[in-house]
């Protein structure tokens, strides 16, 4: 019985080990501050090496995207849509059958936001993205996101 209990432990063991949930994108939210009331959010995505993330204006028919999605907060005025400051690579991806926009180990996503007055407050959010490398995609993810802006 103690043999089979420690074959059972050493089998769970050695699946949990192999089942970790891959996370190639690790972000990093700050703020820089333009003027009294005008700030950049900077979402940036530092991927591991092989992997890459999707530009926001890829093409539909191919992979996911990156979708920034701010949640609406009365005292923050968003100002058009997020730059994106890295090597923007385009190539054709013939499993999707269109020409993809993608960035591989970072790229920062900048918002310029406006406060409405002298206020602290925090800007939320989230973050759809899919990552892929020359073997595999995983499935979109949604990231979400609070910044101080002080």
């Known amino acids: 019985m ?7 432990a050493a089998v769970m063991s050695t699946v949990l080990c192999f089942s970790q949930v891959k996370q190639p994108a690790k ?11 005008t700030y950049e959010i900077h979402l940036t995505a530092n991927l591991e090496g092989g992997w890459h993330i999707y530009s926001q204006t890829t093409p539909d028919g191919g992979p996911v995207a990156t979708k920034i999605k701010f949640t609406a907060n009365p005292l923050i005025t968003v100002e058009g849509t997020a730059t994106e400051v890295g090597k923007l690579e385009k190539k054709h991806e013939a499993i999707f059958g269109v020409d993809v926009k993608q960035f591989s180990n970072k790229v920062d996503f900048v918002q310029v936001v406006k406060l409405k007055g002298k206020v602290k407050t925090n800007i939320t959010g989230s973050i759809d ?3 892929c490398n020359d073997r595999e995609c995983l499935p ?11």
């Open 129 to 131: 993205y899919m990552t």
């Open 140 to 150: 979109p993810t949604n990231q979400k996101f609070s910044i101080a802006i002080q």
């Open 27 to 37: 972000w990093n939210f700050t703020t820089k501050k333009i003027n009294a009331t």
């Open 2 to 8: 103690r043999q089979f209990l420690l074959t059972v």
